[in-house]
């Protein structure tokens, strides 16, 4: 299987490779910054908050294209020998800069900035986005949660209608970031040292006569 859990070196669209492949073929080999950030907000949106960023970096320094994923390339046969080569020595060069998890944003603020050669920062392009997008859009969705909870606690039970495992962990992450004071998720809980709370479900209701008779039964059990 191209790519082990601990590098997604492709996960990458097509063209961000081709673009690679064409700068180096031309020599075109200087620095450039990459920009992430939004230019508008939703109506009644007033700000977004940063999220995403450390998982990040972790996957940027950890990023290798491994013989299998460079054997799939090839077998695409759209690549050089060359290019395939210069992957396989692939390691990020450059630098990242980024606001600190949690902090509001404005349009035309950058959550991040990666400056580095052209080449190797393309390839980080669609990893960088998509990491990026969806912790944010979460954390601030969750922040507004926190802030009309005034007070109140609030915990996420949203795992079961995430899309996928994985949003669903980073959706957890990206609301304790938030403000949210807990997950049901034990995933998320043990990854990210997130505090998990949960009672039961409406089948243990349905499980037992009544209503009265599930909660004292639960409430027996967990004194």
Known sequence: MPSTP???ALFSDLYE????EAYLAHG???EATFSLFFRKLPPNRNFL??????????????????????AYLRSLKVFSGDFLDWLARYRFSGTIEAVAEGTPLFPNEPILEVTGPIAEVQ?????VINQIQLQT????????????ANGRRVVDFGSRRAQGVEAALAGARAFYIAGVDATSNLMAGARYG???AGTMAH??????????????RFAATFP
């Open 194 to 196: 997130i505090p998990v």
């Open 6 to 8: 601990n590098t997604l």
């Open 137 to 148: 859009v979460l954390a601030s969705k969750a922040a507004r949660v926190v802030a009309a």
């Open 49 to 70: 908050l940063a999220c995403g960023v450390e998982e990040l970096l972790e996957q940027v320094e950890a990023l290798r294209f491994s013989s299998d994923d460079t």
């Open 17 to 20: 490779l081709t673009m690679a």
């Open 203 to 216: 089948s243990f209701v349905q499980a037992c006569r009544s209503e009265r008779e599930a909660f004292q």
């Open 28 to 30: 075109m080999t200087e």
């Open 123 to 127: 390839i980080l392009e669609t990893l």
